[in-house]
């Protein structure tokens, strides 16, 4: 059994859609969505996107065969589009499982695979040296890593559906909750889910007033993602410890998370605003 204390959740990748290289995103970052939760040396990785690179090539440096799972919420590219960059995966002797849900006709492999693909990029992933395993997951499944580690999941409200994730260890629990658009009311589903849990990683790419379409600008209902004020309710609700506002619209400047983060603490005190490189410890 790995030690209680060792639970670890670092940030690689924390916006929507596309990365954002700019002058306002350099104190938040402006990789798309990939975070490391380590424990002992159990390797959970949350999802592909262009943060991976960088997760990739910190791995690299420990020198010796990784093995890890990865977890996916769904395959819209800001969340795949850095797997075909992430270097321990064409190196053999490295072992992944990918985690993820088949979508229509497509399974998890013909949908990663697909970005690899002539003419869209000239590695096959047939053709990464790495050992890659991939396990189909349904919503609403568990699943037990070994180790006293155990991952629960849950549907996601979002165009071409998609998964959360909860991964608990030793009364520890992280929830991962991404691309996922809040109900008319207190969505009881999300309460459970994240009920008592030490970390709560949600999807904020808006605030209401964006949600809305207030001032002429268009609704962003129907669009798949929350507001932080939502997080802040739902968290509170559910009595979970802590909540990391993810997942940063393409446009929202460094000041302007600051700014949301700031809000939010009033509400909840206990509640940052991801930002790459950042490491929490449960």
């Known amino acids: 059994m790995i030690e209680s204390t060792d639970f670890t959740v670092k940030f690689w990748g924390v916006r929507?859609?596309?990365?954002?290289?700019?002058?306002?995103?350099?104190?938040?970052?402006?990789?798309?969505?990939?975070?490391?939760?380590?424990?002992?040396?159990?390797l959970i990785i949350l999802d592909a996107g262009s943060g991976i690179y960088h997760l990739g090539q910190d791995l690299l440096q420990r020198g010796t065969a990784?093995?890890?799972?990865?977890?996916?919420t769904h395959c819209h590219w800001d969340h795949i589009?850095?797997?075909?960059?992430?270097?321990?995966?064409?190196?053999s002797g490295?072992?992944?499982?990918?985690?993820?849900?088949?979508?229509?006709?497509?399974?998890?492999?013909?949908?990663?695979?697909?970005?690899?693909?002539?003419?869209?990029?000239?590695?096959?992933l047939q053709d990464m040296g790495a050992r890659l395993d991939f396990q189909e997951l349904m919503a609403g499944a568990s699943?037990?890593?070994?180790?006293?580690?155990?991952?629960g999941t849950m549907a996601n409200n979002h165009p071409?559906?998609?998964?959360?994730?909860?991964?608990?260890h030793a009364g520890k629990s992280c929830c991962y909750i991404t691309d996922h658009e809040h109900r008319p009311h207190l969505d009881s589903a999300v309460i459970e889910f994240i009920q008592n849990s030490d970390l709560v990683i949600f999807d904020t790419s808006f605030t209401e007033s964006e949600y809305r379409g207030d001032g002429g600008a268009p609704?962003?209902?129907g669009w798949g993602h929350s507001t932080w004020q939502e997080a802040v309710r739902l968290v509170m609700e559910a009595d979970a410890k802590r909540l990391v506002l993810f997942h940063h619209a393409i446009n929202r400047t460094d000041d302007g998370l600051a700014e949301i983060e700031w809000l939010a603490q009033q509400r909840f005190s206990d509640c940052w605003a991801a930002r790459e490189g950042m490491v929490i410890t449960l």
Do not use: W
């Open 219 to 221: 609704s962003r209902d």
């Open 160 to 168: 071409d559906g998609g998964l959360s994730y909860r991964i608990q």
């Open 81 to 91: 589009q850095g797997f075909p960059f992430f270097y321990p995966g064409f190196e």
């Open 66 to 72: 990784i093995r890890g799972e990865i977890f996916i």
């Open 94 to 124: 490295n072992h992944f499982t990918v985690y993820g849900q088949k979508n229509g006709d497509f399974t998890l492999f013909d949908q990663l695979t697909g970005q690899m693909t002539f003419p869209y990029f000239p590695i096959k």
């Open 143 to 151: 699943l037990d890593l070994g180790d006293g580690i155990l991952v």
């Open 16 to 42: 929507g859609s596309i990365p954002v290289p700019a002058p306002y995103t350099v104190r938040y970052g402006g990789n798309t969505s990939c975070v490391q939760v380590q424990i002992g040396e159990r």
